[in-house]
């Protein structure tokens, strides 16, 4: 089993940043994939950015330009930097890993999920 913790999220203001972390129990370049997706209320849980063990990104349109996912292998952790965010940003944000292990084979892990919120 491969755990995911979130940390940084919070209240912030529109206009301010924030930055996610995602803290794996395993080595994160052994992950095919980590991903960041988010929740708000009454809405289907979407992605936000992604980045694979090769450390090439993909941003979703929303977060183009005001989000940048990286990686840290010595912390086996990934952030997502956000700024200038807007109220709907507010959401839960869940981290993700795609994992393949012999053993089992193909797998995604989640986190419980950190909430941003961001209002004034």
């Known amino acids: 089993q491969v755990q995911l913790v979130e940390s940084g999220g919070g209240l912030v203001q529109p206009g301010g940043s924030l930055r996610l972390s995602c803290a794996a129990s395993?080595?994160?370049?052994?992950?095919?994939?980590m991903s960041w997706y988010r929740q708000a209320p009454g809405k289907k849980r979407e992605l936000v950015a992604a980045?694979?063990?090769?450390?090439?990104?993909n941003y979703a349109d929303f977060v183009k330009g005001r989000g940048t996912m990286s990686g840290d292998n010595a912390k086996n952790t990934v952030y997502l930097q956000m700024n200038n965010l807007k109220p709907e940003d507010t959401a839960v944000y869940y981290c993700s890993a795609d994992v393949f292990r012999p053993g089992w084979g193909r797998r995604i892990f989640w986190g419980a999920g950190t909430q941003v919120t961001v209002s004034s």
């Open positions: 395993e080595s994160i370049s052994s992950f095919n994939e």
């Open positions: 980045i694979t063990s090769g450390g090439s990104t």
